[in-house]
Nanobody, 123 residues
Framework: QVQLVESGGGLVQAGGSLRLTCAAS????????MGWFRQPEGKAREFIVG????????YYEDSVKGRFTISRDNAKNTVYLQMNSLKPEDTAVYYC????????????????WGQGTQVTVSS
């Protein structure tokens, strides 16, 4: 099991950028797939991006494709989410999650979650 802590959220104007960071503890981080989910207020949590254990494969939902980039640094036990061209509809609590299956895909087994970080995009 890994423990996850997100940071980097905040308030940004539409068209701006933010970079979220997820720091993981645990010696087995490099075996986990990682992902970012988000939950707008009053709506269900949704998968938006994922990355496999080695970083060689990534997954993006259509709503963020071309604007968001996920990456990881296994030496630092860290995964990043670079968010560009932000829109008001990107406003949500963003959660980092770890997938013990290693693939980082939507249908993985997401076994660990961070506490979430708020991203607010003003119009």
């Amino acid at each position: 099991q890994v423990q996850l802590v997100e940071s980097g959220g905040g308030l940004v104007q539409a068209g701006g950028s933010l970079r979220l960071t997820c720091a993981a503890s645990g010696r087995t981080f490099s075996s986990y797939g990682m992902g970012w989910f988000r939950q707008p207020e009053g709506k269900a949590r949704e998968f938006i991006v994922g990355i496999n254990w080695s970083g060689s494969t990534t997954y993006y939902e259509d709503s963020v494709k071309g604007r968001f980039t996920i990456s990881r640094d296994n030496a630092k036990n860290t995964v990043y989410l670079q968010m560009n061209s932000l829109k008001p509809e990107d406003t949500a609590v963003y959660y980092c999650a770890a997938d013990r299956d290693g693939s980082g895909s939507l249908y993985s087994t997401w076994s660990s979650w961070g506490q979430g970080t708020q991203v607010t995009v003003s119009s």
